[in-house]
């Protein structure tokens, strides 16, 4: 998220003409989203990272649906 961040503001401080990003190249301007395509699109399915982060939150909403059902069986 930081790497699309940075690139849109180093595209509107391109756009705008605004320091020393007016003379930057567009390849240095673009390269933090192509990072981050790179690594949204290829890296992250290739390691399982956003199933696993996905499986986490799955495990978390179980683990507090048990702890309401023991504390209702409790009364």
């Known amino acids: ?22 003379t930057l190249s567009w390849w240095w301007i673009t390269l933090p989203l192509l990072i981050a395509v790179l690594w949204f699109e290829i890296i992250e399915p290739m390691f399982g990272l956003d199933k696993r982060r996905g499986h986490d939150e799955y495990e978390a909403i179980k683990q507090e649906r048990l702890k309401k059902q023991l504390e209702n069986k409790k009364r």
């Open 1 to 22: 998220m930081l790497l699309i961040i940075l690139g849109v503001l180093l595209l509107l401080l391109k756009w705008a003409d605004i320091g020393p990003f007016a």
